[in-house]
Structure formats: structure tokens, C-alpha cells
């Protein structure tokens, strides 16, 4: 029996993306249902990129949940840390997009953010023979919201630190999720001292740490083997095993950038899978792993939808190709 070399922990749900993008959420006449939900966008990324991956989460068991399911199994995730809560219903959660692609949270319909089934991640039921096997644990904070889901990342870590597992965190930052999102820093900050990697956004590197500086990010977890500070359109910061640099963004037509951060996440695991920590040391080698992760997160971001939109390891080779040999062009 094989075993996936990542292990993707957190909330898989439906992005109901507003159909007209610059609308308010009252103007809308439509929603279209795309599968989401970050952890699970990186599971089926990286299967996507080459790379074996497995989801542990939970949903419900209802149609939505099939669906969910189905969907990773169909792309090729592992799901046998996937749970099934007998009465919280599956995640929604209402997407609204400027004209620009860029999105916000409108809230979950009539239902309250700890109403369903992902927050009843279940601690004890957490397959540790996946652990056993894998290489990397991705974890979001979203998770970290609620207290029955909040003890299944504990447990997660554990195991992680038990069997050698690297823990890559994406923070993720959404408050629409938490009850009460006062709580949620201290929460993060604690999860940061027990995580190998860090992506931020500029806006979380900010509100966390009062700086966007991927270096000083890096001194100040002081137990982090890198940093890796995303802004959009205005390119990355990263630092890793003490190489410190900057990346541009590629210049694509963006649709919906649903997704993007969590193709970024998925192209940087798989570059870690490909030459290895170590080789971080090498400058060459960490530009060459943040530009490719910044490739996968552009070309999610070409596309609506987060796992839909994900590139081919092939798709990512050729993009890479085209910018490296023809920079005045956009594939």
C-alpha cells in the first residue's frame, strides 16, 4: 500500500462565487459552486504538480459532502483521513469578486461559522499511520476557530513531531470564520512556534508581526527553517535557510485569484519534495523553488475556481519556459 508524502489538514468546502464580478452581495443574481477550501486546494494541486498528497478534514454526510469527496478522489487525493459528521452540514461559503478578480468573504447564508461539519474534526480518529509515512503536514489557522477542530491540529502536530514530519503553515487569515476574531492572533502565534515553514500574506505579516520583511519575520520566529511573504500583484518576499530575496509577479490576466495562495503553498511543497531541504542553502536553488511556486499560484489565478483553475506539472514547465525565453510575452 502506498502512502501520500503530504498531508493536507483542514476545512474543505464549496467557494459559491458571485457570477458578476464589482456587484454587492445584494446585487447578485447568481452563485456558481466551485470546490475550495485551502488545505484541500493544496492536496489537489500538488497530485496535479506530480506530487502524492492525502486530505484530513471533515464534512458532512450529505450530498455536498459526497461531492466533495468525490472530487478529491477523482483528482487523486488520498482521502482516508477524511471524516464524516452524521449532522453538521457541509461548508458554503459566499464569494463576491471586484473587476479586478479579487475576492471577498460575504458569510455562510443563514448558518453560523461553527455550524459545520469542519470544525468537528475529530483528534482521536486522525489516521496516524499516514504520519508514520508522509514527509510534510500543510496546515491553514482557520481550523484553530473552533475547539474540536483545534485539538485535531494539536494532535496533528504531534504526530508530525513524533515521526519527523515538516509542518509548512499557511495562515490564511479569514475572520468571517472565527466567532471571535479577537482570539484568533494568540492562537496563530502559538501555532508559529511549532511549524518548520510560514506563508503570510502581506496584509497577515503586517497584522502578526508589524512588518512585511520575510528576514526579520524569520529572527523573530527564530525556530523557522524559512518565510515566505506573498503581496499579489506586487510579487513575493521570501527567506529561506538564511537566503533572503524578492520575486516579481508573472503578469497574467487574472479572473479570479480563488485559490491562487493556496497553488503558491502547493508549488512550494512540491519544489521541497523535488530537491529537499537542504539544498535551500543554495540561493539559486530557493530563487528557482519560489519562482516556481509564484508560476502556480499566477496561473490559478487565470482561471475561476481554485482547484479547476490548477496547473499541469507539464502546464507549469511551459509557462516557465515561455516568461524565461520570451518576457514580453504572456502565455
Known sequence: MTYPRVL???EI?????????GVSLEEVESWTAY????????????VKLGTEAGFIGAVGGDELGDSLVQVLQ???????????????????????????????????????????????????????VLFENAEFLVLGTLELAYPESREAVERAIELAERYDVKIIVDINWRPVFWSNPDEAKAHILKLLKKVDFV????????????????????????????????????????????????IPAFAV????????????????????????????????????IVTYASAVGAMTAMKPGAIS??????????????YKNYPAQHP
Open 309 to 322: 483553475a490548477q496547473p499541469t506539472a507539464a502546464e507549469v514547465e511551459a509557462f516557465l519556459y515561455l
Open 74 to 128: 477523482e483528482v487523486g487525493v488520498d482521502t482516508r483521513g477524511v471524516q464524516r459528521h452524521p449532522t453538521a452540514p457541509t461548508r458554503q461559503v459566499y464569494v463576491l469578486r471586484n473587476a479586478a478578480g479579487d475576492r471577498a468573504f460575504a458569510g455562510f447564508g443563514k448558518l453560523d461559522t461553527a455550524d459545520f461539519a469542519d470544525t468537528r474534526l475529530q483528534a482521536a480518529q486522525i489516521p496516524q
Open 253 to 288: 490576466d487574472v479572473e479570479d485569484t480563488t485559490g491562487a495562495g493556496d497553488g503558491f503553498v502547493a508549488g512550494f511543497v512540491r519544489q521541497l519534495c523535488k530537491h529537499g531541504i537542504k539544498n535551500l542553502a543554495d540561493p539559486e536553488i530557493a530563487k528557482q
Open 199 to 246: 506563508k503570510l500574506s502581506d496584509e497577515e505579516a503586517e497584522w502578526l508581526f508589524a512588518t512585511t520583511d520575510a528576514g526579520a519575520i524569520t529572527y523573530r520566529l527564530d525556530s523557522v527553517e524559512g518565510v515566505l511573504v506573498t503581496a499579489g500583484d506586487k510579487g513575493c518576499g521570501y527567506c529561506l535557510s538564511q537566503n533572503e530575496g524578492k
Open 8 to 10: 493536507c489538514l483542514g
Open 35 to 46: 470546490a475550495g477550501g485551502a488545505p484541500a486546494n493544496v492536496a489537489c494541486a500538488l
Open 13 to 21: 468546502l464549496f467557494d459559491c462565487l458571485a457570477d458578476k464580478p
